[in-house]
């Protein structure tokens, strides 16, 4: 089994044609959405065709996705945000599929993991999977009624015999592939974060959106953006809050996104007394009204222990709001020796002093957001996309 860090090299791509499925995509907002989303539309700059197989959302498909097969799809009780797709409908699709395709690309590992294997299996094709969500540390928030041991259990296993039946696995940070390993994970693994477009360097207008929401521009403001989901660890930033109001009683947290987590939120905040600190803004555009946000905040704050990778660290970086964040699992790849990020202890207390000193020191928060962007633009999504049809190309040459 091998573990590797791709370095680009430039030559000319081979014509292909990819097949991604995936369990989610929008107008469902979430970190493996964007992460499609941006590869796929690198890759079609290099010249390699995709086409994407997801769940039909009730809202609709968003304009301006090329090439998305919309399959009917179920609710599901649990996580209504999320559809589960009809396999019936996927092999209709295939039976009726004219295009011929060179590889399968799997991104979740639900109804799309299954189809996308029946669908290699049936062309002879490889197919890999890219491994986005850290299972172990997730299930026991939504099925809490059986025991934290048993669930990790399960989902080491599940892990395990799921990246065994592909050709390969991509990975998007050193701590998911030693994750893997320690789960005994055979295939290859490839190191391949998402990367950044370049559009999400424009510049936003944080003076704009501060008068929208009448906050005053010296108000120091937290921010967070991300799904409103209990393995996001957002109560940890609400105590963190609560501690640095204690110097700073004008300090405002805004937490932008939504989820299953949004309801046990406002009421914790309500529990609290932090009413006058804390804002629930929802979705935001992200062509405008986030990133203006970006550009707004004073610094974002992060404290998730789960992360893959932390897209949403970069995003904020590339538009000059520096980072403070637990390094923990995914986070460390962005966090470390990385000016403009700040390494926070898991500790609410060491947190907030660590906040307030911030906030209290604007010519070094100035100077970290210019670190920051700086540093973000080492994460190019073209180069990334350029790692992975390195990938694609060598698990072709594999098969020959």
Same mark, same amino acid.
């Given at each position: 089994?091998?573990?590797?860090?791709?370095?680009?090299?430039?030559?000319?791509?081979?014509?292909?044609?990819?097949?991604?499925?995936?369990?989610?995509?929008?107008?469902?907002?979430?970190?493996?959405?964007?992460?499609?989303?941006?590869?796929?539309?690198?890759?079609?700059?290099?010249?390699?065709?995709?086409?994407?197989?997801?769940?039909?959302?009730?809202?609709?498909?968003?304009?301006?996705?090329?090439?998305?097969?919309?399959?009917?799809?179920?609710?599901?009780?649990?996580?209504?945000?999320?559809?589960?797709?009809?396999?019936?409908?996927?092999?209709?699709?295939?039976?009726?599929?004219?295009?011929?395709?060179?590889?399968?690309?799997?991104?979740?590992?639900?109804?799309?993991?299954?189809?996308?294997?029946?669908?290699?299996?049936?062309?002879?094709?490889?197919?890999?999977?890219?491994?986005?969500?850290?299972?172990?540390?997730?299930?026991?928030?939504? &099925?809490? +009624? !059986?025991?934290?041991?048993?669930?990790? @259990?399960? $989902?080491?296993?599940?892990?395990?015999? %799921?990246?065994?039946? =592909?050709?390969?696995?991509?990975?998007?940070?050193?701590?998911?592939?030693?994750?893997?390993?320690?789960?005994?994970?055979?295939?290859?693994?490839?190191?391949?974060?998402?990367?950044?477009?370049?559009?999400?360097?424009?510049?936003?207008?944080?003076?704009?959106?501060?008068?929208?929401?009448?906050?005053?521009?010296?108000?120091?403001?937290?921010?967070?953006?991300?799904?409103?989901?209990?393995?996001?660890?957002?109560?940890?930033?609400?105590?963190?809050?609560?501690?640095?109001?204690?110097?700073?009683?004008? &300090?405002? +947290? !805004?937490?932008?996104?939504?989820?299953? @987590?949004? $309801?046990?939120?406002?009421?914790?905040? %309500?529990?609290?007394? =932090?009413?006058?600190?804390?804002?629930?803004?929802?979705?935001?555009?992200?062509?405008?009204?986030?990133?203006?946000?970006?550009?707004?905040?004073?610094?974002?704050?992060?404290?998730?222990?789960?992360?893959?990778?932390?897209?949403?660290?970069?995003?904020?970086?590339?538009?000059?709001?520096?980072?403070?964040?637990?390094?923990?699992?995914?986070?460390?790849?962005?966090?470390?020796?990385?000016?403009?990020?700040?390494?926070?202890?898991?500790?609410?207390?060491?947190?907030?002093?660590?906040?307030?000193?911030?906030?209290?020191?604007?010519?070094?928060?100035?100077?970290?957001?210019? $670190?920051?962007?700086?540093?973000?633009?080492?994460?190019?999504?073209?180069?990334?996309?350029?790692?992975?049809?390195?990938?694609?190309?060598?698990?072709?040459?594999?098969?020959?």
């Amino acid at each position: 089994m091998s573990v590797v860090e791709l370095q680009h090299t430039p030559h000319s791509m081979p014509a292909m044609n990819i097949l991604m499925i995936s369990d989610v995509y929008f107008p469902r907002i979430n970190g493996v959405s964007t992460s499609i989303e941006t590869f796929r539309s690198e890759l079609t700059q290099l010249g390699l065709a995709s086409c994407l197989v997801a769940p039909a959302y009730p809202q609709g498909a968003e304009p301006g996705h090329q090439d998305v097969v919309p399959i009917p799809s179920r609710f599901l009780p649990l996580d209504p945000e999320d559809r589960m797709m009809k396999r019936s409908a996927i092999r209709e699709w295939m039976r009726t599929q004219p295009r011929k395709f060179d590889l399968v690309h799997i991104h979740t590992p639900f109804v799309a993991h299954y189809a996308g294997l029946e669908i290699a299996r049936a062309l002879d094709v490889p197919v890999t999977a890219s491994y986005h969500t850290y299972f172990e540390e997730y299930l026991h928030h939504y &099925v809490p +009624f !059986l025991p934290r041991r048993t669930l990790k @259990a399960v $989902a080491r296993r599940f892990s395990r015999r %799921q990246c065994n039946e =592909l050709d390969a696995v991509i990975v998007p940070s050193k701590a998911m592939a030693e994750t893997l390993l320690e789960y005994g994970v055979t295939r290859p693994l490839h190191i391949l974060p998402t990367g950044l477009r370049e559009e999400r360097f424009a510049n936003g207008d944080g003076e704009a959106f501060r008068r929208r929401h009448g906050i005053p521009p010296e108000r120091p403001l937290l921010l967070f953006v991300g799904r409103v989901a209990f393995e996001k660890n957002i109560e940890f930033l609400l105590d963190v809050v609560q501690r640095v109001r204690q110097t700073r009683p004008d &300090v405002l +947290f !805004l937490i932008t996104g939504e989820g299953p @987590a949004l $309801a046990g939120l406002r009421k914790s905040v %309500q529990t609290m007394g =932090l009413e006058e600190n804390v804002r629930f803004l929802g979705y935001l555009d992200r062509r405008q009204a986030l990133t203006d946000c970006y550009q707004a905040a004073d610094l974002f704050v992060f404290a998730s222990r789960t992360e893959t990778q932390g897209l949403v660290l970069l995003e904020a970086m590339a538009l000059g709001c520096p980072v403070q964040a637990l390094s923990i699992m995914g986070t460390r790849d962005i966090l470390e020796n990385t000016p403009g990020a700040i390494v926070a202890e898991d500790n609410p207390a060491t947190f907030a002093a660590q906040t307030l000193s911030l906030l209290e020191d604007r010519t070094r928060l100035k100077q970290l957001g210019e $670190a920051a962007r700086a540093s973000a633009r080492r994460w190019s999504a073209r180069e990334m996309a350029q790692r992975l049809g390195q990938v694609y190309e060598g698990m072709l040459k594999a098969r020959q």
